[in-house]
């Protein structure tokens, strides 16, 4: 229902930043959650960032908290994590999530993934 595209992921030196977003396809985008996950080599796709649907609510991991932001341009369809302080763990695949429950926290929480970004913080 929703086709998702990421962008902006690229090699990082550990305690920069990096600015990712996801652009959306549907009209029906204003009403789904948005999430980032990511995934390292060996390790689950694990939970990074959410954000409601109206944009009021958002939840972080407890890794990226305070580091990390997630927002959202309805109007343009994208959704987007902002992220600071990069640390060598950081590095994995990043993948944009959409889902339409009422929680969005969970890969179950989402039905339409895009195709993952590359971020790598080097030390």
């Known amino acids: 229902q929703v086709q998702l595209v990421e962008l902006g992921g690229g090699l990082v030196q550990a305690g920069g930043s990096l600015g990712l977003s996801c652009a959306a396809s549907?009209?029906?985008?204003?009403?789904?959650?948005m999430a980032w996950f990511r995934q390292a080599p060996g390790k689950e796709r694990e939970f990074v960032a959410g954000?409601?649907?109206?944009?009021?609510?958002?939840f972080y991991a407890d890794s990226v908290k305070g580091r990390f932001t997630i927002s959202r341009d309805n109007a343009k369809r994208t959704v987007y994590l902002q992220m600071t302080s990069l640390k060598p763990e950081d590095t994995a695949v990043y993948y944009c999530?959409?889902?339409?429950?009422?929680?969005?926290?969970?890969?179950?929480?989402?039905?339409?993934w895009g195709q993952g970004t590359q971020v790598t913080g080097s030390s």
């Open positions: 954000i409601s649907w109206h944009g009021l609510s958002t």
């Open positions: 999530a959409a889902g339409s429950g009422t929680s969005y926290r969970t890969r179950d929480d989402f039905g339409s």
């Open positions: 549907g009209r029906t985008f204003s009403i789904y959650n």
